[in-house]
């Protein structure tokens, strides 16, 4: 199954190993994205998802799926509310 992420072509949402690296590029554009108001609720919205993927492709060649982006927000929120307790 074929998705389409810019002019990207996405064929699967397989997993992804996540580095440091990948987290902070993630966390930077997280970051500005929320100082121009793209958080819905406690989401974001589908631009957010895409323009990471689009940044992880241009800046480290890794093809990452917005499904991906989301699982890995997912598991940094449940490790940081792990560790503040």
């Not at 554009?29 to 990471?52: C, D, H, M, Q």
Request: proline residues 2%; positive net charge; glycine residues 6%.
């Amino acid at each position: 199954m074929e998705e389409s992420i810019g002019s990207v072509k996405v064929v699967s949402k397989g997993q992804v190993r996540w580095n440091d690296r990948m987290d902070k590029i993630m966390l930077e554009i997280i970051l500005e994205e929320y100082g121009f108001g793209n958080a819905s609720g406690n989401s974001w919205k589908p631009e957010v998802y895409t323009r990471v993927c689009l940044e992880l492709l241009k800046q480290l060649k890794q093809q990452v799926h917005p499904a991906n982006v989301k699982a890995r927000i997912k598991t940094l929120k449940a490790n940081y509310f792990s560790a503040r307790r």
